[in-house]
């Protein structure tokens, strides 16, 4: 079943022909594989790509392709592929059938994955060929919007955060110093520490276990985290030693 607002296939037809006359533009899959496309669709293939390296499935040649200027299969008209904006991925485990029976070794949740994308202004991206009503085609995926569409970008709501810019990070130090300047100063040479409160918040950030004793454990982590940042391996969280913790786990998976 088609997602809602995903277009039929006469509609691409309209909206990306004509077949054959396109400006077309290689991608690598992240196994190296490479495809022909519409340019325009590159966007959609990184998109794509990502839920496939997400999952470790393995676009796998020669069984992976893309543009060739031909019929439909089973009808009439041009095939999607004639348009540049059809793929398809690993045809002899996920073979077509006009059975209307599904053979396929693609995780349903990496499936749902990509159809769940969606262009900047709300269009589903990707349809599957897995859904076809009368046929099942699970190696096929294709575009299901219109370039207009396609161009106002493609949202992965499962990808993590984007990465930081040099000028984002720096503001995020500038946050973590002012905080550090707040906290007390830990470790000076002793297992214990009277600030618990402030020792178990060091150890949280340290993805340590919350004791609010500074221990052999704690102290040993502070000093890894020194040695990474280049800082004076002493020990003692000072306020440089907080604000780089305090840093790390701000833009941890940034």
Known sequence: MAAPGALATTQLRAVWGPPCRFTTARFEFWTGVPITVDQRIIPACVALD??????????????VGAYVCRQITGGSGYS??????????????NPYSAANRTVTDMPAGMVAEIEALRTGNGRPVWGWGGNYRNIKDPMHYEIV???ADLATGVVDAHAGPPPLTDDQKALVFIAAQKKAAALPVLGQGHRRHPHRRAVAKLQQ???LRRTGVYGTATRAKVKGVQTFFGLPVTGIVDADTWAWIIYAALVKGR
């Open 145 to 147: 919007c219109t370039p």
């Open 80 to 93: 999607l592929h004639a348009y540049g904006i059809a793929v398809d991925i690993n045809w002899q485990a």
């Open 50 to 63: 990502a839920v496939l390296k997400r999952w470790k499935y393995q676009p796998t040649a020669p069984d």
């Open 205 to 207: 950030l340290l993805g």
